[in-house]
């Protein structure tokens, strides 16, 4: 065998698999680093830390952690740490740690030395040698990560003892705002949920939460001097059947708000894990729900109800002295519960037209001598900041607040894109870069049908992590003012904190690695194969985290005619050992690896899981291909007409528990099946079902699109192309069934023949409700 090339090539392309490879072997064999074997060159993968540390420097052999280990803490910082770690450990594993009276030897030391140098109060440095472990740091915050750091490197550790390899780390973070923001406002969490949030949220190193308390749709913070606001702003009637007590018809009320002593009580919590906390009280926009519980507010001088629609709205609070004094003084009661230096204006969304049409507020204008709707919001915001900055706050809002100008001292917080966080920039002003583009959990993460309701719109774990946030065109200069990043939660289609926290995990990992880690640390390969480390942790503190990532995603081809299917598999997360079988048994990490497409005579049951260390990531997902199979499709097989606003949106009944969910474009709700093979095809079936239509869409609403009906309900239409010929046209009924749905049959011309575009749409303008289309069946001669 000739040597001199094979070992080029493979440190040329292979250095991630020879370390994991390397890490193995490290494993199995068990004493051989304590009996002088070298270590691997990189041991990260194996330590599978996230976020990775600035520096790890793998040393000569390992600690054993078991349950006669002591842990050593002077002072009661030092102490506080201790005990989290502790507690760390007995949760996610077998151990049960004491904290150790003075002068037991060897063992776990944290200490907080003040001597100790560095840059940042969140840094640490952590030795793990043959007889002790020690984290050092300056400051109780990088003591605690350096306790997480270390809880991860013996984490989930089901065993009763737990080997710890020796290195040495030296940590601090990137970034000073690693943050995530949750909108309570749309749907409420229960103050165990949020501390549930907020443990997660530390053991990723992040240690800003923003809380977005208020919104069109709930004002969900008490405030003592104005009790309606959460007494009537608290509350919404939901649309459709979902409003409804199924047993008396009567209206069923959504509601929900943190109590002050509940505030407290969560500032006090999230501190103790080093989180700071950013109330969010959104102006001039996102108003209706305080308008709702005090009509003075508004600009109207009507009583809206809360809101029970998702989308953009007009609602603005009015412009008068008496309403910037009541936001002063909400302000002055916010200030009092969270002592966080920032507080969030909100600032975004606020479309004038209210105070366009409004007599009484040009005249205002007029009076103040403002130019504009812009410099009106300009004004309030202006005049908040002046409040915040006399009462020892910093004022961030959204890249709204940058339109009619900002005020001397604000943070920008830039969402509609990057190019708002650029302008402020430069302008001098500090700010959090959270675009909507790679870092809103709301929006789904993949595509497959098991995601729950949401923007389907994908942002893929991948495009999390490749988010960077100093832009290149920023000058040295200016790119200290980047805090740093911050992924949003809203909440709008987010019943569940289970839902909840599909849409947060795993991507918090992609979140808190990109706020942590130097730059040139990040490695997406690198990444993915300390990943499942960190999906063990989840399952052992019992984190719902999403699977859709670590699925299979079938792709099919058929031939209905020769009786076959051609199946493309592939994982959307990108990562490569995909195993399948065809016998009907879940596939193993010996099953045949997946390397093209499959040829398939029907009838087949084709399973398929993503392996990573020989393990699946995920539960196979099953294919049955029958001819049958090959005739139908559901909403999620197929594609939309055009590219409006996809969502997939959940039935609006039963009020709790299982929805329907469907596939929609809420501005041309029309699907797509291309190609579909109509030879010998007699008659088409469409499972229609029928949902409340919630959306303020503002300016777009005049893209929405229809088509007109013919008759009173309107019909169900097929075409053949979406601009195409008319294929068939059934009338629908006035309601669906009791199930909430209906089967309706279109027959299709004699003649037709071979493959076609098939379009599926429904006409009329039927709000408050919509037709959504469920399945599609070809039905044979
Ligand atoms: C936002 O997404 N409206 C900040």
């Known amino acids: 065998m000739k040597r001199t090339t094979a070992p ?23 004493s051989a680093a304590t009996a002088g074997a070298p270590p691997p060159a990189d041991v990260s993968a194996e330590m599978a830390l996230i976020p990775l540390p600035a520096k790890l420097e793998p040393r000569q052999g390992q600690f054993t952690i078991d349950a006669s280990t002591p842990v050593h803490a002077e002072g009661e910082a030092a102490q506080r740490v201790a005990k989290r770690f502790v507690k760390l450990v007995s949760t996610t594993g077998k151990i049960d740690l004491k904290l150790a009276a003075d002068g037991a030897a060897g063992g776990i030391r944290f200490v ?55 290195l040495h780390i030296e940590d601090a973070p990137r970034f ?4 995530l923001m949750l909108d309570s406002a749309r749907h409420f969490q229960s103050v165990e949920e949020i501390k549930r949030l907020l443990d997660a949220m530390a053991l990723h190193k992040l240690n800003t939460f923003h809380w977005h308390l208020t919104d069109d749709q709930g004002w969900r913070i008490e405030i003592k001097r104005y009790p309606k606001l959460t007494e009537v702003g608290g509350c919404r009637i939901p649309a459709g059947d979902g409003g409804k007590d199924p047993a008396t018809e009567k209206p069923k009320p ?81 200030i009092g519960l969270f002592p966080g230096p920032y507080v969030h204006v909100g600032g975004d969304e606020a479309v004038k037209d209210q105070w366009k049409a409004s007599a009484r507020v040009q005249a205002r204008m007029r009076e103040l001598g403002i130019k504009d709707e812009m410099a009106m919001q300009s004004h309030l915001i202006q005049r908040l900041e002046k409040f915040l900055v006399a009462h020892d706050r910093r004022l961030i809002g959204w890249d709204e607040i940058l339109e009619g100008g900002l005020p001397p001292e604000a943070t920008v917080m830039s969402w509609r894109g990057i190019e708002g966080g650029i302008e402020a920039a430069e302008q001098g002003h500090d700010v959090v870069m959270s675009p909507s583009s790679e870092l809103y959990f709301d929006y789904l993460q993949t595509h497959s049908p098991n995601e729950p309701p949401g923007r389907p719109a994908a942002i893929p ?71 499942p480390a960190q999906l063990q942790r989840y399952q052992a503190l019992g984190i719902n985290y999403a699977a859709t990532p670590f699925e299979v995603a079938f792709s099919v081809q058929e031939d209905r005619q020769a009786g076959k299917a051609t199946v493309t598999l592939d994982n959307p997360t990108g990562y490569q050992d995909i195993r399948y079988t065809t016998d009907g048994n879940d596939p193993t990490a010996a099953s045949p690896r997946y390397e093209s497409p499959l040829a398939l005579t029907l009838p087949a049951e084709l399973r398929a899981a993503v392996f990573a260390d020989g393990k699946p990531l995920a539960a196979a997902g099953v294919q049955h291909l029958t001819a049958a199979s090959l005739l139908s499709r559901t909403d999620e097989e197929l594609q939309m007409c055009s590219s409006g606003l996809m969502l997939r949106l959940e039935d609006d009944g039963p009020a709790d528990g299982e929805r329907a969910i469907f596939n929609v474009d809420i501005f041309n709700p029309c699907w797509l099946w291309s190609g579909a093979d109509l030879t010998d095809i007699a008659s088409i079936k ?69 493959r076609r575009d098939l379009c599926i749409t429904f006409t009329g303008d039927t709000r408050p409700t919509m037709w959504v289309l469920d399945r599609v069946t070809l039905q044979p001669r």
């Not at 000073?176 to 943050?179: E, N, T, V």
């Not at 809360?306 to 004094?325: A, K, M």
């Not at 909440?491 to 839902?499: G, K, N, Q, V």
């Open 8 to 30: 080029r090539l493979l440190s040329f392309l292979a250095i991630p698999v020879l370390a994991l490879a390397l890490a193995a072997c490290q494993r199995d064999e068990k």
């Open 112 to 166: 907080l030395d003040p001597a100790f140098k560095s840059a940042s109060p969140e840094a640490y440095v952590l030795d793990t040698a043959t007889d002790g472990i020690t984290v050092r740091a300056s400051d109780e915050r990088g003591l605690f990560y350096g306790a997480v750091t270390l809880w991860q490197l013996a984490a989930p550790g089901g065993e009763a003892a737990i080997r710890v390899p020796a």
């Open 176 to 179: 000073g705002w690693r943050g």
């Open 254 to 334: 959504y509601c929900g708000y943190y109590t002050q002593d509940q505030i407290r009580d969560v500032v006090k919590y999230a501190a103790e894990r080093h989180i700071t906390i950013v109330p969010e009280i959104d102006v001039p926009g996102h108003a209706q729900a305080a308008i709702a519980a005090y009509p003075e507010l508004g600009v109207l001088g009507d009583k809206p109800p809360v809101l029970n629609e998702w989308g953009v709205n007009t609602y603005l609070f009015n412009t008068e002295e008496s309403t910037f004094q009541f936001l002063e003084n909400v302000f002055a009661e916010v």
């Open 461 to 531: 774990l991948k495009q999390v992590y490749a988010f960077e946030p100093v832009p290149q065109q920023l000058d040295a200069a200016h790119r200290q003012h980047i805090l740093g990043l911050q992924a949003n939660v809203w909440t709008e289609h987010m019943r569940s904190f289970a839902r909840m926290q599909h849409a947060i995990f795993p991507r918090i990992a992609a979140l808190a690695e990109t706020g942590w880690s130097p730059q040139a640390r990040k490695d997406y390969d690198g990444f993915l194969a300390r990943l």
């Open 686 to 754: 469409v499972r229609a079902g029928r949902m409340p239509y919630y959306f303020q869409l503002h300016k777009d609403e005049a893209n929405r699109k229809f088509r007109a009906p013919k008759s009173a309900h309107g019909e169900l239409e097929i075409h053949a192309g979406c601009d195409g010929e008319l294929l068939a046209s059934v009338p629908l009924p006035a309601e669906p069934d009791s199930s909430g749905f209906v089967d309706l049959k279109a027959d299709l011309p004699a003649d037709l023949t071979g």
